[in-house]
Structures are given as structure tokens and as C-alpha cells.
């Protein structure tokens, strides 16, 4: 079974602050994602990776940057916090088969 | 504009009963489609993935259909129990896409009452 763990878990951050979101994963896949969940809205996709040291733009990337620094780790940064960045943020990794395995989620607070 | 709509939004049943939940979509190529189950606070769990033009599956008490044709799934869950209080989300693969697009619904948050 797919193994995708998130740290931290919850966290409450300042606006303007920098807050970084990790995300690890222990089955070799190539993909790894990073989403936001909104009450009342599916989850929408951040940015993703398909190799170890490239990044690529989601559907809302704007305030987002991203780092894959070895196959296994994703990292999601939030170099200045703000308000509407309150979410619970999914990382998922895919198999060659395209079934995405989430990890359970990290719900950040920015106050 | 959300090309997987879910409904109803929310619903409540006594336990023991059958519900019904619904995915309608517009993504084209539609490629799988799939249904997770969301608990309070938790991450997305896969209950089952429909793949051909019309498809059933079945797992456990829970039985979904896909119609490709008319973009429509369902996913029926049978003598419902407490434990299957959360939000069932409806996730449609795009293929077209090589990196696996997927396309969520707002999902579905069934509350089972005793």
C-alpha cells in the first residue's frame, strides 16, 4: 500500500509569515502533488512534480512556490502567508497507472 | 467552471437505510472515474474506480455505476452505518492529460443518524 505522510499536521501561521508544507512519500513514484481543499469546493491543484528538482504550475499557483529536492520529498512554501490561504492541503503521489494516493492532509491557519 | 458537480450537497439518513449520491460531469476525455471517502479531518480513501464506457463495481456495501456516454456515476451504499458518516467525493481522470489530471466534486456529506 502507498505511503504518503504530511507534516506538520495542522498549523497556525501569522499573515506575512513563511510557512513550508513537506510531504513524503515511500513507493518510488514519479508524481507528486500538491492540492487545496476549500469548504465547498473539490480540491484544486497547486503545483505538481513528475522528477526529483523540477516543479510545475497547477491551476492556482499564484502565492505558492514549490521543491522537490529527491524523489521521495515534495515541499509546498508559502513565502508570505495571507488570509485566503487558510485551507487543508492534500499531497498526493501516482503510480505509472495514474491512481493518485493522498496523504491526510495538513490543515493550516493563517491569523 | 466546476466540471464535477455532486449532489446532493449534503444528506442525512437513519442507519440501515440506502442512499443514493450523484456525479455528473463534463470533463472530456473522461478516463476513470473514482470514489473516495472523506472522514472529519482525514485524507481521501478510495472505495472504488469505474474505467469502461458503462461500468459497474461492487465493494461491500457499497455499489457504484458509471454511464460514459451520458457523463453520470453513482454511488449507492447499502444498510447504511454510523461509521459511514463523511464526505464522499466524486474524482474524474482527465485523459488527456500525461500527468494524471484529476477533477474533484465538492463532494457529498452524508451524515448517518441513529
Known amino acids: 500500500e502507498a505511503a504518503v505522510t504530511q507534516s506538520p499536521r495542522s498549523k497556525v501561521a501569522v499573515t506575512g509569515g513563511k510557512v513550508t508544507l513537506s510531504c513524503h512519500q515511500t513507493?518510488?513514484?514519479?508524481?507528486m502533488y500538491w492540492y487545496r481543499q476549500d469548504t465547498g469546493h473539490g480540491l484544486r491543484l497547486i503545483h505538481y512534480s513528475y522528477v526529483a528538482d523540477s516543479t510545475e504550475k497547477g491551476d492556482i499557483p499564484d502565492g505558492y512556490k514549490a521543491s522537490r529536492p529527491s524523489q521521495e520529498n515534495f515541499s509546498l512554501i508559502l513565502e508570505l502567508a495571507s488570509l485566503s490561504q487558510t485551507a487543508v492541503y492534500f499531497c498526493?503521489?501516482?503510480?505509472?497507472?495514474?491512481?493518485?494516493?493522498f496523504g491526510p492532509g495538513t490543515r493550516l491557519t493563517v491569523l | 467552471k466546476t466540471q464535477v458537480e455532486q449532489s446532493p450537497q449534503s444528506l442525512v439518513v437513519r442507519q440501515g437505510e440506502n442512499c443514493v449520491l450523484q456525479c455528473n460531469y463534463s470533463v472530456t476525455p473522461d478516463n476513470h472515474l473514482r470514489w473516495f471517502k472523506q472522514d472529519t479531518g482525514k485524507g481521501l480513501v478510495s472505495l472504488t474506480v469505474l474505467v469502461d464506457q458503462k461500468d459497474k463495481t461492487s465493494n461491500g456495501r457499497y455499489s457504484a455505476t458509471l454511464d460514459k456516454d451520458a457523463k453520470h456515476s453513482t454511488l449507492h451504499i447499502t444498510a447504511t452505518l454510523l461509521d459511514d458518516t463523511a464526505t464522499y467525493i466524486c474524482?474524474?481522470?482527465?485523459?488527456?492529460?500525461?500527468?494524471?489530471?484529476?477533477?474533484f466534486g465538492a463532494g457529498t456529506q452524508l451524515i448517518v443518524i441513529p
Open positions: 513507493n518510488n513514484h514519479d508524481y
Open positions: 498526493a503521489s501516482r503510480t505509472d497507472y495514474a491512481e493518485q494516493f
Open positions: 474524482v474524474v481522470a482527465d485523459r488527456g492529460s500525461a500527468l494524471g489530471r484529476l477533477h
